[in-house]
């Protein structure tokens, strides 16, 4: 399964984007899809992530801001980032578990200028 992601680019603080990721092949709708993200010395944390039926589980500094969604019929899943901070600057990688393999896409950047 490759993931591709799309959606990332430079915004002013404040300002909002829209991430997606598809899958080449079908999704299992059991599966878990979702975003992380590794800002330049950091390391890959969690920004979202959603199981069909469930709650989304949401990092703590995105909670309230970001949105998380996803179309199994199209195999994507959705990120919907509002209210950006400069601190949300980082490459997000779009992942995906199913089963018990693991999937990441190749990122993302997702600039916030100040």
């Known amino acids: 399964v490759q993931l591709q992601a799309c959606g990332g680019g430079l915004v002013q603080a404040g300002g909002s984007l829209r991430l997606s990721c598809t899958a080449s092949k079908t999704i299992l709708s059991s599966s878990i899809m979702g975003w992380y993200r590794q800002a330049p010395g950091k390391e890959r944390d969690l920004v979202a992530t959603?199981?069909?039926?469930?709650?989304?589980n949401l990092g703590d500094s995105v909670r309230g801001r970001f949105t998380i969604s996803r179309d199994n019929a199209k195999n994507t899943v959705y990120l919907q980032m509002n209210s950006l901070k400069p601190e949300d600057t980082a490459v997000y990688y779009c992942?995906?578990?199913?089963?018990?393999?693991?999937?990441w896409g190749q990122g993302t950047q997702v600039t916030v200028s100040s």
């Open positions: 959603l199981r069909s039926g469930r709650d989304p």
């Open positions: 992942y995906a578990k199913q089963e018990s393999a693991r999937y």
